[in-house]
């Protein structure tokens, strides 16, 4: 979840929630852990915080979460990273040389994690749809890839 408190946006998560606690009306059970704010340092980048971010990060079962590091309020995501609390990784910015796309990538579309394993369309050279785990980042489609029944997209 983002939440903007005066000009302090935040990257947050609700663990421990599920349907049985809201019908036990035990909203106690849920936990909040600051991701990332404008006071967290950008990895690999000493010196400077993170200023704004994507609108929707996107939540695992496992607590991880992704999301998109923008320079201006609602404008394009430049970078994604992932975390559950602790270290943030980076999974992909701008200059992040991906498998199947010669570049120059210009933006992503907002991440989505599931059981640890980021995907994200990566818009700009070729363009196409990627996914991460674990530091590594795989082609998913790209937009000469042949599909199944022998068409490409254009």
């Excluded at 980048?45 to 704004?52: C, D, R």
């Excluded at 695992?60 to 979460?65: A, I, N, Q, R, T």
């Amino acid at each position: 979840m983002a939440k903007s408190d005066n000009s302090d946006h935040v990257a947050s998560h609700a663990h421990g929630y599920d349907s049985q606690a809201a019908k036990l009306d035990k909203a106690d059970h849920i936990t909040f852990t600051r991701i990332a704010s404008t006071d967290t340092e950008i990895p690999d980048q000493p010196g400077s915080n993170f200023l704004h971010f994507d609108t929707f990060p996107s939540v695992d079962k496992e607590g991880e979460v992704a999301f998109g590091q923008s320079l201006t309020a609602f404008g394009n995501v430049i970078a994604i990273y992932v975390g559950s609390g602790g270290e943030l990784q980076l999974v992909a910015d701008v200059n992040t040389l991906l498998p199947g796309n010669p570049g120059p990538i210009v933006r992503f579309d907002g991440p989505v994690i599931g059981d640890s394993v980021v995907a994200f369309v990566a818009r700009g050279g070729e363009g196409g749809v990627y996914s991460w785990e674990a530091g590594s980042i795989n082609v998913t489609v790209v937009q000469s890839t042949v599909l199944p029944d022998g068409s490409q997209r254009i």
